[in-house]
Structures are given as C-alpha cells and as structure tokens.
C-alpha cells in the first residue's frame, strides 16, 4: 500500500521533482499525483504567469517586472487532472504555454524579488496541501522543499529533451527556437537556481531511454519506502 503521510510525524507526503526544460518533469509530476492521490504544482507555471503580465504590459528592466509580479494575484490549480493558472483575474492556462512566453520566462524567473515572493506562495500551498502534494520545478529540492520525503533530480540528455519539448508544442516553433528555448533557459536559470546536480540526499533519475511510465514507478517506488 501507498504510504501518503510521514510514518513519524504524520507530515503529509511531499515529493519534490526538479530538473531542467524537456526532462519530463510536468508529465511525470501529474502522473505520480494522481497514481498516489496527490496534489500537483507547477511551480514553473507561476514564472510563466508572471512572464505573461510582463509581457502583457510591455514591462522591461528588473524593478519593473518585480513591482508587476509581486503585486499581482496569482492563482493556480493543484488538482493533477484539471490544471489551471490565473493572474489577476485572467486565465492564461493556454497563454502561458506560447513559445514567446517561453521565451521571455527567464527574464521573469532569475529576478530574485520575484523568486521570493513565489516561493513563499509555493510554500503556503505545499503547507495548505492535506494529503500531500507532488511539486516539480527547479529549486523545489534544495529551497521551496529541502525537507520533502521524497526528492529527485529528473535528467535527459539534451537531444532527448529537444525532441520532447518539439513533440509538446506540436510544429508551434522550429527547431532554432526550440533548441533556443531548452538550452539557453536553462543556462540562464542556472544563475538563480541549482538544478543541474543534485544535492545530498536527491535522487537522480536519468529518464533519456525510459518512458514516462518508467519514470513515475520509480518516483513512486521511492515515495513507497517505509521512512528511516
């Protein structure tokens, strides 16, 4: 049987999944949700909602885009089956998934500002979550969560995760931009966030030649294991 709380302190289940763009993590996330009866949170979600306000309202420069973000009301779903994200009242569920968003989301993510007001509402949700929540991103394991009983890196090498973010937006943007995407926001987010190797304690899990259901037995294999 799937163990959903902390055996000791009866601290709701939380397993944090980081890794960078196209490693699978937000199929995997989903997946392991709901295998487990788990919320879901995308915490890059929330970076691309404030990119799309940013955008929105022409924003440019640090201080502007903090101002923006940190004043704005960003509401996101965290049931695994029915996603959704709104700011300010606007749903931009879809919106945020545009390659001019993906392209502009670093930008957003790497202002520090802007990362601590959404880890702070990243850790009231994870805090809010009853019966326990399955968060993915790229600092979950090392600052939203370092505490999560479950922690792992999720890697690919970069071809595969070129191919996987081509295949998701589905002839949206070429290769060039695809390519652009996937290897220059993860150089740039690296600058504010450690997801490129795992800290004490994470599990990595390298999921080039494994399927998506591959993936998710192994989280959930992890997530099984009776606590020390």
């Known amino acids: 049987m799937v163990t959903v709380t902390d055996v000791q302190t009866e601290r ?27 919320a879901y949170l995308d915490t890059g979600a929330m970076y691309r909602a404030g990119a799309w306000l940013v955008a929105d309202q022409n924003l440019s420069g640090p201080q502007e885009i903090a101002e923006a973000v940190c004043a704005a009301d960003i ?6 089956g029915d996603f959704w994200i709104r700011i300010d009242g606007t749903d931009v569920t879809t919106a945020i998934r545009e390659p001019r968003i993906s392209q502009a989301v670093s ?16 850790r009231e949700l994870i805090a809010d979550a009853e019966r326990g929540i399955v968060v993915e991103g790229r600092d979950i394991t090392t600052v939203v969560a370092p505490d999560a009983q479950v922690r792992v ?19 949206a943007a070429s290769t060039a931009e695809v390519t652009d995407q996937v290897i220059r926001r993860d150089r740039d987010d690296s600058t504010v966030a450690a997801f490129t190797e ?28 009776p606590t020390p």
């Not at 930008?107 to 990243?122: E, F, S």
């Not at 999720?154 to 996987?164: F, K, T």
């Open 12 to 38: 709701p289940l939380v397993v944090a999944i980081d890794g960078p763009s196209g490693s699978g993590k937000s199929s995997t996330a989903r997946g392991v949700a709901e295998r487990l009866g788990l």
């Open 75 to 80: 509401e996101i779903g965290t049931d695994p």
């Open 107 to 122: 930008a957003v993510a790497t202002v520090q500002p802007v990362r601590d007001a959404l880890i702070d509402q990243q």
């Open 153 to 171: 890196l999720l890697v690919a090498d970069p071809q595969a995760r070129i191919a996987r973010r081509e295949a998701e937006l589905a002839g």
């Open 198 to 225: 795992a800290a004490e304690g994470v599990t990595v899990i390298d999921s080039t030649h494994l399927g998506l259901a591959e993936v998710i037995d192994q989280i959930c294999s992890l997530a099984e294991k």
